[in-house]
């Protein structure tokens, strides 16, 4: 949008419409002490083609994602090919905004988009229903939680696997801390799994939280957590931050998740400096009323035509707050929209290829750092991505990025046992050339 100045007599004509008779007299109710009375030191104004060169110049001191190939990172956040197909339709009017509609009435186009997608999600996951999307992962993984003790509300233990996304665990610390509510960890094994074992010495708890593929890109025991779970009551929380991976793994649903949960940003919606997200939630139908967040439903008007509706959207803007299921009010809407197309787009077909292709791409790096001699320390198969023993300096590993070369993410931030190994990641967006280079260097 460019900048376009008032003159004088714009503002005088402002001035006289709403009876003030100067700017000074408009700001008046603005104590002096919150006034800046020095002016700002701004630099001289520019032309049009004199701004546009500095504004070339200060993009210029940030590489683009784009011209540096050469990064492995994931955790959480994935590069993926967005078919241009993709980013037209999103961004036809009838689509571009980033909220629900709050007269569904007149945007059914936009409440049959939702439904779509919500179908598309219970359908990838083997879930019965899903809502209108949150606000991210991480947030999606909260609400779950604190569903879960809305069902078992005289349980106040829930146990959260150490390999879910760090992150996630943070905001869900945040949410807990002021509650009477108590987190119990539960630790990794050594072919990179999370540990069966440390459940069975807790007692009272009313939900059971894995990721899968986990943080370490392992892919769970999932079968055994959902016989646990309901031998003992709990609620099983599956959370994921590649929803892609399902292309190719048997869904959580079918293991027996109550709750499916996680970030859709690799369905289509471009990682953008880390935004913006799409949190998933799915469930069972049993629990929908507990469920947060909106949910679009089909049903007919008073003469018998097909209509989409907002029901169950139980939000402290709808409600009396201390009975709303949840207090965030965002659903990201325009991504929830991306993913649906992007689902749509590539059919199951499409979807079992793509994730085979991450699959395959990811061994074959694994298998070349193996044979230059590098140690991968988990045996458990993984997904997409995988942690690495490079034992790297840490001039090296900034040597490397100067170079474009962004060798994986380091693991001892988060996991101080972990000293000297990366996590890293492939997707379709890697060719074999650039595959092949990254093993030559870090042989």
Not at 219 to 238: P, R, S, T, Y
Request: glycine letters at 8%; charged letters at 20%; one cysteine or more.
């Amino acid at each position: 949008m460019r900048y376009l100045p008032h003159t004088q007599q714009d503002i005088k004509e402002m001035l006289e419409v709403i009876g003030v008779g100067s700017l000074e007299e408009l700001f008046s109710s603005i104590p002096q002490a919150c006034r800046r009375n020095v002016p700002m030191q701004l630099p001289e104004p520019m032309t049009e083609w004199e701004l546009k060169e500095h504004m070339i110049a200060l993009a210029d001191q940030m590489p683009s994602y784009s011209l540096r190939k050469q990064i492995f990172l994931g955790a959480g956040s994935y590069d993926h090919y967005i078919p241009e197909a993709i980013r037209y339709l999103i961004q036809r009017s009838e689509f571009l905004t980033s909220y629900t509609p709050y007269q569904p009435e007149i945007s059914q186009g936009t409440l049959q988009a939702i439904y779509e997608y919500q179908t598309l999600m219970s359908r990838l996951f083997e879930m019965e229903v899903s809502n209108a999307s949150l606000y991210d992962g991480a947030t999606a993984l909260t609400e779950a939680v604190l569903m879960a003790f809305r069902v078992n509300k005289k349980k106040k233990r829930v146990a959260v696997s150490n390999l879910v996304h760090p992150h996630y665990r943070q905001v869900l610390d945040t949410y807990l801390r002021p509650t009477d509510l108590e987190v119990v960890e539960l630790h990794y094994g050594e072919n990179g799994r999370t540990l069966l074992d440390g459940l069975s010495e807790v007692d009272g708890l009313g939900a059971v939280v894995i990721q899968s593929p986990n943080f370490f890109g392992c892919i769970e025991d999932l079968q055994a957590f959902g016989q646990w779970c309901q031998n003992k009551d709990a609620l099983l929380v599956c959370s994921f931050t590649e929803p892609l991976a399902y292309g190719l793994l048997k869904a959580p649903g079918a293991y027996g998740a109550d709750v499916v949960c996680g970030e859709g940003q690799s369905l289509g919606v471009s990682q953008s400096y880390g935004g913006p997200a799409l949190g998933i939630f799915c469930t069972r139908l049993k629990y929908v009323r507990n469920m947060p967040g909106r949910l679009v439903g089909k049903t007919v008007d008073m003469d018998g035509k097909m209509g989409f509706v907002l029901t169950l959207a139980t939000r402290e803007q709808h409600i009396r707050r201390e009975k709303a299921t949840s207090n965030i009010c965002t659903n990201n809407n325009l991504c929830a929209i991306t993913a649906a197309v992007y689902l749509a787009s590539l059919g199951g077909s499409g979807l079992r290829g793509l994730a085979q292709l991450n699959h395959d791409k990811c061994e074959y790096l694994k298998s070349g750092l193996l044979d230059s001699g590098i140690k991968i320390p988990f045996s458990a198969p993984t997904f997409n991505e995988f942690v690495a023993k490079l034992d790297m300096p840490v001039g090296r590993y900034e040597e490397l990025i100067r170079r474009g070369i962004v060798p994986g993410l380091p693991l001892e931030r988060y996991y101080s046992e972990l000293k000297g190994y990366f996590l890293l990641c492939v997707t379709e967006t890697k060719s074999k050339e650039d595959i092949d280079r990254l093993i030559g260097e870090l042989a």
